[in-house]
């Protein structure tokens, strides 16, 4: 049975991040990436791919360019975890044991929590930037007319502000192709509210206002049937016993109850519900009640499981109350750095503190984006340097141009080689 001092779930943008980092700050730690995928994909430009505004090969490289030196590749699946014996099993290759473990697998897609996406989904008018971006190019550029739906399910998902983006840049396209008057475009989502943090919201809702978007929150999806293209959600707004439609019904609503509401599509784009890998789930390592049942039990500052002194984690499968994006693991990466490192050395977890820092660029259209940055609490956390030049609240094509150039150079380079 091989052993290692540190031992990592996922080769994605947390797992890379922490072995370079890591391997940094201590060459001759003896680590291992338990990773099955060949290929490692910059998903946050997916957005743009989307819209036709970036090259979908140029978001994909080889997994093996970016594991650390001196780390050791399993190429293959974790398939459970026993932090009592402080070991992982493999699909293939076998057990594993660790002194210290940091699973960070990221999120699975799971369309089968929505009726009806399985056989729906990337198939004719129904589209995702989460699974395919270039079908939802192709949806795009062949649609003509009618109700472009936008919308995003009740479960935790990457970056929960992608399925606004493609919707702003989708709407600037329908201007440009002739189209948008007549399309009714909207942005449907189980939220109550446009965004979280207030500074960014009153933004975003003079967009919506100012172009015309229907945005309906408390809207939460529940069933697709894709032969009828229909889409039915729940109102979900606490205390409401029923739903009304628009005055003049653009949208064509019908009622299927008293809080259920059918609307047929001319187009859908939706991110598909996402969960922590199964063996995350089954593990020790996740909660395993209430409401944060199934994410890894960490401390929300220092990364550090709670009832397993030698284990980390962070990114999309932690507990941890903020948005699931590369910018956070930038920030959260640091830290568990320090602090794992200091445990080793000292037996004392170090003291450096996440504070929940993460960062949502929504581009609202072609050259225009608002970065939003926040802490946990929905507490705006701009960048001072970045806000001392650029009010970051409002649309900017800097903020594009970091979009589209900036940020992808920040995660090949920097990134991914433990440098920011």
């Not at 992808?408 to 440098?419: D, E, F, Q, T, V």
Request: aromatic share 10%; hydrophobic share 35%; proline share 7%.
């Amino acid at each position: 049975m091989n052993h290692y001092q540190i031992l990592i779930i996922g080769g994605g943008t947390a797992g890379i991040t922490l072995a370079a980092q890591l391997k940094r700050k201590d060459s001759s730690l003896k680590m291992a990436i338990i990773e099955p995928s060949e290929k490692h994909y910059y998903q946050p430009a997916w957005t743009l791919v989307g819209a036709g505004a970036f090259d979908f090969k140029e978001t994909e490289r080889e997994e093996a360019d970016y594991i650390p030196k001196g780390v050791d590749w399993i190429k293959d699946k974790a398939t459970e975890i026993d932090p009592d014996l402080n070991k992982v099993t493999t699909a293939h290759s076998g057990e594993f044991t660790y002194d210290f473990l940091i699973p960070v697998p990221g999120l699975v897609m799971a369309p089968e929590l929505l009726p009806g996406l399985t056989e729906a989904l990337d198939k004719g008018v129904v589209c995702s930037n989460y699974t395919d971006p270039e079908h939802t190019w192709e949806v795009l550029q062949n649609f003509k007319g009618g109700n472009a739906v936008f919308t995003q399910p009740t479960t935790p998902i990457k970056c929960g502000g992608a399925p606004q983006k493609i919707m702003y840049l989708a709407e600037e396209y329908f201007r440009k192709t002739g189209v948008r008057d007549k399309t009714n475009v909207l942005y449907a989502t189980p939220g109550t509210v446009i965004f979280g943090v207030p500074d960014f919201a009153k933004t975003l809702n003079k967009i919506i206002h100012d172009r015309n978007i229907i945005f309906k929150p408390f809207y939460a999806p529940v069933k697709i049937d894709p032969g009828n293209q229909e889409i039915t959600f729940r109102y979900s707004k606490p205390g409401e016993s029923n739903c009304t439609i628009m005055e003049g019904n653009p949208l064509g609503e019908e009622l299927a109850g008293a809080l259920e509401i059918k609307i047929h599509y001319d187009m859908l784009h939706l991110a598909p519900s996402q969960t922590a890998p199964k063996f995350i789930q089954e593990s020790k390592v996740s909660i395993q009640e209430g409401p944060g049942k199934g994410w890894i039990d960490v401390d929300i500052h220092t990364m550090q499981h709670l009832r397993y002194p030698n284990i980390f984690s962070l990114g999309d499968v932690a507990s941890l109350p903020t948005a699931k994006t590369g910018a956070a693991i930038r920030k959260q990466a640091p830290v568990l750095v320090e602090n794992l490192l200091k445990l080793m050395k000292s037996g004392k977890v170090g003291e450096k503190f996440y504070e929940g820092y993460s960062s949502c660029p929504i581009v609202t259209g072609y050259g225009k984006m608002v970065l939003c940055e926040f802490k946990y609490d929905n507490i705006r956390d701009s960048d001072p340097l970045i806000s001392k030049f650029v009010d970051t609240t409002n649309e900017q094509y800097s903020m594009w141009l970091l979009k589209k150039y900036g940020l992808p150079y920040m995660y090949w380079n920097l990134m991914l080689r433990g440098k920011a």
